[in-house]
């Protein structure tokens, strides 16, 4: 199993570029894919991107494609989501997520941090 903690949410302002991190422990094989997601207030959970464990091969969804950029440090065992040019819209709960090798299906998730952008 596999225990995700997110952080770095908060209150910025549009046009801010901050940073989510994602601690992972457990197990994690080179075929693991740490996946990002969001849900914001009134709307269903949203698919952000995906980063492979072992080659770092990232996958965005189209909404964000330009301006959200993952990463990992796999001696750290973090995932980082960096996020650039905020706008109000992109205010939500952002989670991690663990899959066993899908960037579609994901088995464990972290409890989110809450992202909230002023215009």
């Known amino acids: 199993q596999v225990q995700l903690v997110e952080s770095g949410g908060g209150l910025v302002q549009a046009g801010d570029s901050p940073r989510l991190s994602c601690a992972v422990s457990g197990r994690t094989f080179s075929t693991t894919v740490i996946g990002w997601f969001r849900r914001a207030p009134g709307k269903e959970r949203e698919f952000v991107g995906g980063i492979r464990w072992g080659d770092g091969y990232t996958y965005y969804a189209s909404s964000v494609k330009g301006r959200f950029i993952m990463s990992r440090d796999n001696a750290k065992n973090t995932v980082c989501l960096q996020m650039n040019s905020l706008k109000p819209e992109d205010t939500a709960v952002y989670y991690c997520?663990?899959?066993?090798?899908?960037?579609?299906?994901?088995?464990?998730w972290g409890q989110g941090t809450q992202l909230t952008v002023s215009s």
């Open positions: 997520a663990s899959s066993r090798g899908s960037f579609s299906t994901y088995e464990y």
